[in-house]
């Protein structure tokens, strides 16, 4: 299976963790009548029409370049307490054998990039090991949103019972390898992080320019519709204005510079071409990974 790319001195692969759906319902600003409207856009990868739900990839993007291998977001993890999503509870899968599949030895990991700290881009971060929460990326710098930290973490606007588990499972075992950043962070002469706020305070978006430029964007957007759509907020969001103005934002600038975008969630062929249409966007073509 095709799940890597080169974009000009950079390779990035696709390691996916596992695949799940969710309802229609939680884009409450998207009428039932525009995911008709956009079937050409998102079937047969992105929409069960039948079911009236879409489809969300867990995965992680690995770019190597500049001598560096960086993860890009972590996914869900094994044996995690997650009661406040079914979906996501005490997983097990057999992503570390994706991973070493894919080329990569989890050692051998330069950097983590958490995009923000939501459970479904961290659980990775860590492994249960004789009972013991313990880095998968042992020899990593792990390169997290301070915004995000600060927002989840103890007094903050966001803590609940839910971000207190994901802390002590997947974040705090990994406290000794942590970067907290704010503003711009560049990683190497190709990588760039730079703030995405909206679906959390620290959202960030990471921008690689090794001769073909991409962009890692996490949850920015969460299904396609959301590209001739960028208006439509998705439930998830922590503050949907604000993600509607980045996501119309990043959105211009991937254009501007015919950029691939990566989604933390899109299956099918994962990374779209954007080309601004109307009052929105749309695809001029996806990257050349097999479809998912």
């Known amino acids: 299976m095709n799940n890597r790319l080169a974009l000009g001195g950079a390779r990035v692969t696709r390691v996916v963790e596992t695949q799940v759906q969710m309802r229609t319902s939680l884009f409450a600003d998207t009428p039932a009548q525009a995911w ?20 969300i990839a867990m995965q992680s993007w690995v770019v190597e370049v500049d001598g560096l291998i960086v993860v890009v977001d972590t996914g869900v993890g094994n044996d995690r307490d997650r009661p406040h999503m079914p979906p996501l509870d005490h997983l097990s899968t057999d992503f570390l054998t994706a991973f070493t599949a894919a080329g990569v030895d989890p050692a051998d990991v330069d950097i983590v990039v958490n995009t923000h700290l939501h459970t479904d881009h961290v659980g990775w971060n860590t492994q ?20 995000d930290y600060r927002f989840f973490g103890p007094g903050g606007d966001g803590e609940n019972d839910g971000m207190r588990t994901v802390l002590a499972d997947s974040v705090l075992p990994v406290t000794d390898q942590i970067q907290l950043w704010s503003d711009d962070l560049k990683l190497s002469d190709s990588l760039r992080l730079r703030p995405a706020a909206g679906h959390t305070p620290g959202s960030s978006v990471l921008w690689l320019d090794a001769g073909s430029p991409a962009v890692f964007v996490g949850d920015l957007t969460h299904c396609p519709i959301q590209i001739r759509r960028p208006d439509d907020a998705c439930a998830f969001d922590v503050d949907p204005a604000a993600a509607r103005g980045t996501r119309r934002r990043v959105f211009t600038e991937a254009a501007q510079a015919n950029a691939t975008v990566f989604p933390a969630h899109y299956p099918g062929h994962g990374g779209p071409v954007l080309v601004g249409s109307g009052d929105g966007f749309d695809v001029s073509g996806w990257a050349p990974l097999n479809a998912i």
């Open 36 to 55: 008709d409207d956009n079937a050409d856009l998102l079937e047969p990868h992105f929409w069960d029409r039948g079911a009236q739900q879409w489809r």
């Open 128 to 147: 249960l090991v004789d009972g013991r929460w313990v880095p998968t990326f042992p020899n990593a710098r792990y390169v997290m949103p301070e915004a």
